[in-house]
């Protein structure tokens, strides 16, 4: 079987539901993990990362002052 996943706007979706349902389509809503990382990934701003290097020191240093 295959996934398609379709954004459809708002205004349009009750619209759209139907007829895909007419078609023999089987809508799944989707989970709250799968909203969550949808909600995650969308907060995450372009720019620039840290690297593994800096992330240990921040680490060690986090440790060594406990």
Known sequence: METLIINVPEQKSTIVKLLLKELGVTIQNKTKAKQLSEEINKSILPGDKPG???????????????
Not at 52 to 66: G, L, P, T
């Open 52 to 66: 593994m290097d800096e992330v240990i020191s921040e680490i060690k240093e986090v440790r060594a002052n406990r």
